[in-house]
Nanobody, 124 residues
């Protein structure tokens, strides 16, 4: 089974940028759809972005379209999320996920493995 280790995130001011990387070990990375979710205090885990196995098709939740970019490098077994023009509402713990499902990738229950979670805090 794949293991996921996140790095990045942290603190930013509104309008600023942050980036994440998610490194996969064990398993065969290219066999998994990858995604990013986030969870704010008192809220359920929500979909942010997903990328297909070959890396040529992406989907974003409406609130981050045009600001966030998901990518993957199957040769390096890594996934990334670049976050630009950050807003205070982006404050949450961010999780990368790996899915064996061939469904849309926009629901948390479709994911089999998760990273440890990394905090992002955006100040106004």
């Amino acid at each position: 089974q794949v293991q996921l280790l996140e790095s990045g995130g942290g603190l930013a001011q509104a309008g600023g940028s942050l980036g994440f990387s998610c490194a996969a070990s064990r398993g065969t990375f290219r066999n998994y759809r990858m995604g990013w979710f986030r969870q704010a205090p008192g809220k359920v885990r929500e979909f942010v972005a997903t990328i297909n196995r070959s890396g040529d098709w992406t989907t974003y939740t409406d609130s981050v379209k045009g600001r966030f970019t998901i990518a993957r490098d199957n040769a390096k077994n890594t996934e990334s999320l670049q976050m630009d023009n950050l807003e205070p509402d982006d404050t949450a713990i961010y999780f990368c996920g790996a899915s064996t499902s061939y469904a849309s990738g926009s629901r948390a229950r479709q994911y089999d493995y998760w990273g440890q979670g990394t905090q992002v805090t955006v100040s106004s």
